[in-house]
């Protein structure tokens, strides 16, 4: 990982700790009790735990700890927006430094891959067979958890890699695509299945999968970017597809003297990254808000300002300019912010004839991802878009759960909410078959 | 700034401050070094007959990945020849005519063995003599070191063939393994000593390795005691000092007290000179640190004097010894509890688990809104820094029931955050020693006790 990080502009950005830093920092560690660090993962990962261990040698025994909360310890040492959760909450927040707690994280996971162990506690008390579609954060969360239960679990997956936004969607050096199908390696030596091309709608029928299956539960996550709505926005190039080129076909990333942005969201941060990084001369971030409003975390627009990334702050695209099929600009429009909207952010809108165009070569954007559509017509019912779950993540349908992305309606999307509303639904789901 | 000399027995220094008898004075290029650095003394390293050393010598106790708490030896007197020592110790006495230059001996238990080595150090011009009768591995099972320091016949016999042939002030150096450090300094001070050293090293194994199963350090696959010093024998050491201290026979005598065992800064060093100690002895202190040290040990020391408005060491020496009593003259109505600065409390809850687990179940866990809330009470959809810090209780002492055990105060990782208050007594004050004289039932069948304990409104819970 040293290497890659040294050879590869996008290679992981914080290299591993050494075994003479994780003692340190684990020694550090105030081994609070009923620690709010721990209340603030929304696994609950018991974090002095595991961190002492560390402190101990017992490096397989820290592993442990972490995924008996957290199956995808591995990625959520990566991605997790720690400052927002776990150190954020460290009680040696502001006379000292918070404890590195996702590296120590990653410290313990990576000791257990090297020794090439999955320290997981394995019963038989589960009896039947459960399918999962979508092999994304919280599918493989359900299916891990309930394979632990002893449930025969078939996770099906429409892409030819599992792993979901980790393998395709998380920026290379935040998490490497190799963690994630590491993680999923693992996850099939608990008895996971994970069968790959097979898409809900087209080669799969939801009322098969009830038919076949003990219980189904849905992960779909997520699709592309909308539609911007503005002319020449077949010039424009997905956020989510820009940052997959770069982990899975490096060499197919285009890049630019000058690339736009659209969009301030942790995805648009990843896409200005890989633009800067991979070799574009100028990146700018073109939002319609202000770094207030923008839903990148305040340590990731810390992070783009130091890579060198300009912003253009109040202003929305309006318009692509192009000659002879190429990009020669982004027109836009100056904005002003108005009453808040249901989201509790304020509503932007037009200043007319304040247009203006950024000279650039290349456009990408990263306006967030469009609600599932497949909702409608497998007849499960939605929330402002998103399927709809009760508190045991049951949707309409019998015996059909939903979690991850997918139900997110509220609140932000993340990699560790999505593994604990796998782990919520398995036991869910575990329930009420134990009960059946 | 406060006057830190010292006149010990006689032997003058710039400062209270002396290498111990141990590896740091082993030669004349040590001390010359130490003596640059500003060490007011030192004693030099334990010279003999001839002895062979091994490898590996010192084993440690590390803790909370802070190194060497402890650090234990099997290394024995000065393998160098006696005749290169002697020379060495004349230059440097002759370089460094203001600074203390102690020689640590030991020799065969035979008069004329002493004699002749008295003879020797006293040539040299040294300034005192310390008898080593504190070795507790190699020497001592040739008869010397604590296998004298153990008898207190057999030191007394001893320092009283040195104190015939001696001069120079002699210095007893006093074994901690021993089951009452109290007989022999009485027999130093019988055999008519100058002074009284304490406390040589302790019995010790460190460790085991955990994947050769062999003891550390490891000579060659075996291992064996050593004697243990540093940080963790501090307060081995403290108590030691202040049972010879306030020991009558020795307060009688007025014989001085160098003390050693832990001093790593110049507030060790405070709290000896408090208990008695004369002058201050360090080893492992200067071994994990290099001579250096002694700067802020003279610079803390002086400063400290100075602002509790003392003038000289002369003037602290033994300021706590009347504070030193035992159990059953302690006050039985004196009541403290702790308390929690809510505003530098942190949460960290280790007052709470400590409490709560292994003492008198007297903290509370208060929300916001002011009720008694148990820890992990929130629901596993709950997450994120602001409400994770938002939501979390408040440990509150609950005054009436706590006993003042200072277990929390003890754990708690902030400065300041829990004090323990003195609260008005409930009733009159009084001893076990008092009730042992005046109500013997009380202290010798239970049904008293509890008659008693109604009547005084002691509750236990």
């Known amino acids: ?436 | 700034m406060a006057d830190l000399s010292i006149n010990f027995a006689g032997i003058k220094s710039p400062n209270p401050f002396w290498l111990a008898s141990a590896p740091p004075s082993n030669s004349g290029f040590q001390v010359h070094k130490a003596f640059e650095a500003g060490w007011g003394g030192a004693v030099w390293k334990t010279v003999g007959p001839p002895v062979l050393n091994v490898s590996n010598r010192y084993g440690a106790w590390h803790y909370g990945g802070q190194r060497m708490l402890g650090i234990n030896n099997v290394e024995l007197i000065s393998d160098r020849p006696l005749e290169v020592n002697l020379r060495e110790i004349r230059e440097i006495k002759r370089a460094w005519p203001d600074r203390a230059v102690i020689v640590s001996a030991m020799v065969e238990s035979k008069p004329e063995a002493w004699y002749e080595i008295v003879r020797q150090i006293e040539d040299t011009g040294a300034d005192g003599i310390e008898l080593n009768y504190g070795c507790p591995h190699g020497m001592s099972e040739r008869g010397m070191g604590s296998a004298v320091g153990q008898v207190p016949e057999y030191c007394e016999q001893i320092t009283s063939w040195v104190k015939n042939a001696a001069s120079i002030p002699v210095i007893v150096k006093l074994t901690p393994n021993i089951t009452n450090i109290v007989y022999p300094a009485r027999a130093a001070v019988a055999a008519g000593a100058d002074g009284i050293s304490l406390i040589n090293t302790i019995n010790s194994i460190t460790a085991v390795d955990l994947d050769s199963f062999e003891i550390q350090p490891s000579i060659g696959g075996k291992g064996g005691h050593g004697g243990y010093a540093g940080p963790a024998v501090k307060p081995i050491a403290l108590n030691m000092l202040s049972a010879v201290a306030t020991d009558p026979t020795v307060a009688a005598s007025g014989i001085p007290i160098s003390g050693m065992g832990g001093i790593t800064t110049w507030r060790d060093g405070a709290e000896f000179l408090l208990l008695g100690a004369g002058s201050l002895q360090v080893c492992t202190a200067a071994m994990h640190y290099g001579f250096r040290i002694v700067e802020d040990m003279c610079d803390g020391l002086s400063r400290w004097l100075d602002s509790k408005g003392l003038n000289s060491i002369e003037d602290v020496k033994g300021k706590s010894l009347n504070r030193v009593s035992d159990f059953k003259d302690f006050d039985l109505s004196f009541a403290a509890v702790a308390r929690i600065s809510e505003e530098k409390c942190i949460k960290c809850d280790l007052c709470y688990v400590a409490c709560n687990d292994t003492a008198h179940q007297c903290i509370d866990l208060v929300s916001s809104d002011g009720a008694v809330v148990l820890p992990h009470s929130y629901s596993s959809r709950e997450n994120g820094k602001d409400e994770a810090v938002g939501s979390r209780p408040q440990p509150v002492v609950r005054e009436e029931d706590c006993v003042g055990c200072r277990l929390c105060y003890n754990v708690c990782p902030v400065v300041d955050c829990i004090s323990m208050v003195e609260v008005p007594q409930k009733r009159s004050s009084t001893t076990w020693y008092e009730i042992t004289q005046h109500q013997p039932e009380v202290t010798e069948n239970w049904e008293a006790m509890n008659k008693y304990r109604e009547e005084k409104g002691i509750e236990i819970h």
Do not use: W
Not at chain 1, 13 to 31: G, I, K, M
Not at chain 1, 343 to 349: E, G, K
């Open chain 1, 1 to 436: 990982m040293t290497d890659a990080f040294l050879t590869d502009p996008l290679g992981e950005l914080l290299p591993p700790l050494t075994t003479q830093e994780a003692l340190v920092e684990s020694n550090r560690c105030l081994n609070c009790y009923d620690a709010p660090c721990t209340h603030a993962c929304p696994t609950h990962i018991d974090v002095p735990r595991f961190i002492k261990k560390i402190s101990t040698g017992n490096l397989i025994g820290s592993a442990a700890a972490i995924l008996e909360s957290n199956l995808l310890g591995a990625t959520c040492s990566r991605v997790c927006p720690v400052q927002e959760l776990c150190e954020g909450a460290c009680v040696l927040q502001h006379e000292h430094r918070p404890i590195t707690i996702g590296r120590l994280q990653r410290f313990a996971m990576d000791a257990a891959a090297s020794a090439g162990v999955f320290p997981v506690k394995m019963s038989s008390v589960g009896k039947g067979k459960i399918a999962v579609v979508g092999a994304g954060p919280a599918g493989l969360s359900c299916a891990g958890e309930l394979a632990k239960l002893g449930y025969e679990v078939t996770v099906l997956e429409k892409r030819d890699l599992p792993g979901g936004l980790s393998t395709y969607g998380i920026i290379t050096l935040r998490e490497p695509k190799e963690i994630a199908l590491y993680e999923v390696e693992m996850l099939s030596r608990l008895g996971v299945k994970v069968e790959s091309g097979r898409e809900l709608g087209c080669s799969l029928s939801l009322t098969e999968l009830q038919k076949s299956y003990d219980a189904v539960f849905l992960a779909l996550g997520l699709e592309a970017s909308p539609n911007l709505g503005i002319p020449g926005e077949e010039h424009i190039l997905d956020g989510l597809d820009y940052v997959e080129r770069s982990k899975i076909r490096r060499s197919e990333v285009e890049l630019g003297n000058h690339v736009a942005v659209i969009g301030a969201g942790n995805t648009a941060i990843d896409c200005a990254t890989i633009a800067k990084r991979l070799g574009s001369n100028r990146v700018t971030v073109v939002y319609r808000r202000t770094d207030k409003e923008m839903t990148a975390y305040p340590h990731e627009y810390e992070f783009i300002k130091a890579e060198g990334v300009e912003f253009r702050f109040l202003s929305q695209p309006s318009r692509v300019l192009v000659e002879a099929g190429k990009v020669t600009g982004l027109e836009c429009v100056l904005m002003q912010l108005g009453a808040r909207d249901s989201s509790d952010r304020p509503i932007p809108t037009r200043i007319s004839g304040s247009e203006f165009v950024l000279d650039v070569d290349l456009v990408v954007k990263a306006i967030g991802q469009e609600k599932p559509s497949l909702a409608k017509s497998l007849g499960l019912e939605t929330e402002r878009g998103y399927l709809k779950v009760n508190e045991d993540f049951q949707t309409n349908l019998p015996g059909v759960f939903a979690g991850g992305d997918c139900v997110r309606h509220r609140g932000a999307a993340s990699t560790v909410m999505a593994v604990q509303d796998g782990k919520l639904a398995a036991a869910a789901i575990h329930k009420k078959l134990v009960n059946a």
